[in-house]
């Protein structure tokens, strides 16, 4: 008995020791870490408040304020386009997060790191898995912070919003993380050369950021755009985290959301470990 605790002791320290070592990267460096939340929170202060859509309704005479309100409940579930976009924003800071999760390998590989890891006995699925670890723990801290200073810019809370919704966003920022940072390091299980990951990370970033409901509902956008949106992992990402945060739940629709990201998840962190097993080189 006392062995198969030992190799799972032996498992346990080795990824903590990988995923400990790609953190300190981020929090170790006060300036990284300030940009990375500086970004969203100019995206919610200059875009989130400059795209003042209800101001835009009300200010025409045609349209009575309580109209004017109506018509944006309908149209984004909140009379508050600040709110609606504040949330999506959570997504966006998910998404670039685990973007560049995969760079690690990349470096890893050229500065002779990982040739050194691939002579230890850690196992090819544990050096995967913490850097998927890694990026889900910084993906969920920057995102607590930009709730606190989404709440500061007026982000307004639902009324059925009590403590426990948190929980709920953290474990759907923890299965996308999980997922989309599983993806992107099978992208560069393989790559030799950074320009490459990022030109892939540039390739991806706009079409799964601006084809989701991020920034705009899903029934608004064009009938060819909708069915791809529909498969995106953000898409399914922000609706949850709206119905946690800002719209009244809808338990149906948060369970289909709960489910799409936990076997998008499982997949892509599955996949990611298996083939790990056969291509990960030094």
Not at 195 to 223: H, I, K
Request: overall charge positive; charged content about 10%; some cysteine.
């Amino acid at each position: 008995m006392s062995r198969p605790n030992g190799q799972y002791a032996a498992v346990l320290h080795g990824l903590w020791a990988l995923t400990n070592r790609d953190l300190k990267k981020w929090y170790k460096e006060p300036i990284l870490f300030f940009i990375s939340i500086l970004q969203p929170a100019l995206w919610m202060g200059l875009f989130g408040k400059a795209m003042n859509l209800g101001a835009v309704l009300s200010s025409n005479p045609a349209i009575p304020p309580d109209a004017a309100k109506q018509i944006m409940r309908q149209t984004f579930g909140t009379s508050d386009y600040f709110s609606f976009m504040a949330v999506g924003m959570l997504s966006f800071v998910v998404l670039f997060t685990t973007m560049f999760s995969g760079m690690s390998i990349v470096w890893d590989r050229r500065l002779g790191f990982l040739n050194k890891v691939l002579s230890t006995p850690v196992a090819r699925g544990v050096i995967i898995f913490s850097k998927v670890l890694s990026a889900t723990l910084r993906s969920t801290a920057q995102s607590a912070i930009v709730i606190i200073i989404a709440l500061l810019l007026g982000l307004q809370l639902s009324p059925d919003f009590n403590p426990l919704n948190l929980l709920g966003v953290f474990a759907i920022i923890f299965l996308v993380c999980v997922g989309l940072s599983s993806l992107f390091v099978l992208i560069a299980i393989r790559s030799t050369r950074w320009e490459t990951q990022m030109a892939v990370v540039n390739l991806l970033n706009l079409p799964l950021m601006f084809g989701s409901n991020a920034f705009f509902p899903t029934r608004m956008m064009p009938d060819w755009l909708q069915p791809a949106v529909r498969m995106n992992p953000v898409t399914y990402t922000t609706d949850a985290l709206r119905q946690l945060l800002i719209l009244n739940t809808d338990v149906t629709q948060l369970m289909i959301d709960f489910t799409y990201l936990g076997i998008f998840a499982a997949i892509f962190a599955s996949v990611g470990i298996v083939l790990s097993w056969r291509y990960l080189s030094k």
